[in-house]
């Protein structure tokens, strides 16, 4: 999210490092406070997968406070790596990618931005598809169902659910041709109204339910077959574990929103602030509005979509515009960014932010994500998956940048292509080690988890319902030593 300021200038830099979007951050640019970073995080957070957060952990065994529970402690952890890893953009205004280039080479920085990028590429195309399908719930509702058809060949949804996905596709589109700064207007204004909705949806439940029913004796209610209370420990790392790797896209590209930060103080107050509290709220709401339903329709409704649609009268056309919204705000921060900066990374000389966005739009049409949708297995392996390729690389920039460069960097190498971070002809071996090491162990428990390989011995599944934790540890543990033997040569 760029400022209208123009990056400083960098002399002696190669067209094919800096473009105006890629280069540090004036100091006139850095001008954000901790109410922007917070409003940014309140925009993120406010989706519907946070809503069904807590809903998930239910089903999967835990009672509604140790889910609640999880999801701040997880949100508690990843809070760390954006804190430690932001601090690099608020000192020296760079971009995700570009701080890549310290520990990875100013071309081997391309794999880890990529990885980054494409897994927001699904998000944006997953994000998308939900706020089209808000949309497409509402039409139905104002027209008593019709605009249900039938699914298109290929595509297997019908001509109505397209044109919904389509239209609110364009949305972000036109966002991303005005120009960065919109996106921080949305932002900063959304965030108030977006509390509000989710505390008035709270209200309503516990009012129609004359309170939250059973929620707080028998919160599972809820869980097809029956209650799975008592299971907590059994499932509480694999939830941890993927609860971080909610955010584990953010913790790496968080640069990207901090190097606008005026302090490090305003970074890291706006994180605390923005980030744990507002993720535990939401999931509470989630998980005691999923609760209520059982009372008042005699069925749980986790789907806040489809909830909607059973309200009926004005309030589904205020709700569905909420949803709309904070679905909006989540993908123009969260998933529009990185990919655009990591996509301008790789030629900055033709690609610019505008462009990685449109580039990143198109993406997340070809990817069909209501299918990757339907496809399930969404914690084990979609989130603990990329999870298991983020946590090495968010090691790697953190020993890097605090055990190895305590902190300093030559910003103006950063953008040359014969510097200090040139290495091997522009790929530094030792980071590209550590991250093939790192991600090693998990590799087994993730083919496992596809069904790609049978019999997967326990302690390789264990390994893999740590896989952030895993790869961050073993990716520090082998770049930190390496790199500084290799600086003090």
Known sequence: MASTEPGRLIEGASPKLYNSDLAPTTAAGRNWSWLNIAALWVGMVVCVPTYMLAGGMVSAGMNWWQAVLTVFLGNLIILVPMVLIGHAGTKHG????????????????????????LVACGWFGIQTWIGGFAIYTLLNVATDNQFVGANLPVLDINLAQLVCFLSFWAVHVWFI????????????????????????????????ADGFGKMLSAPS?????????????????????????FWATLALNIPDFTRYAATQRDQLKGQAIGLPPTMALFAFIGVAVTSATVVIYGKPIADPVALMGQMGGTSVVIALFALAVATLTTNLAANIVAPANGFANINPEKISFKMGGYITAGLGIAIFPWKLLAGGAYVFTWLIGYSALLGPIAGILIADYFFVRKTDLNVDDLFKEQGEYTFSNGWNPIALLSLGLAVLPNVPGFLGQIGAMDNVPDLFKTIYSQAWFVGVFISMAVYTPLMKRKLST
């Open 221 to 245: 209610q809820f869980v097809e077959g029956g209650p799975k209370e008592g299971q907590f420990w059994s499932v509480f790392i694999p939830q941890l574990t993927a609860m971080v790797g």
């Open 94 to 117: 760079v971009p995700f990618p570009v701080l890549l280039r310290s520990s990875f080479g100013t071309k081997g920085a391309n794999i880890p931005a990529l990885l980054r990028g």
């Open 177 to 208: 041709a005005k120009g960065t700064e919109s996106i921080r207007w949305l932002e900063t204004y959304a965030a108030p109204f977006l509390i509000a909705m989710g505390l008035l949806l709270l209200g309503w439940a516990y009012v129609e």
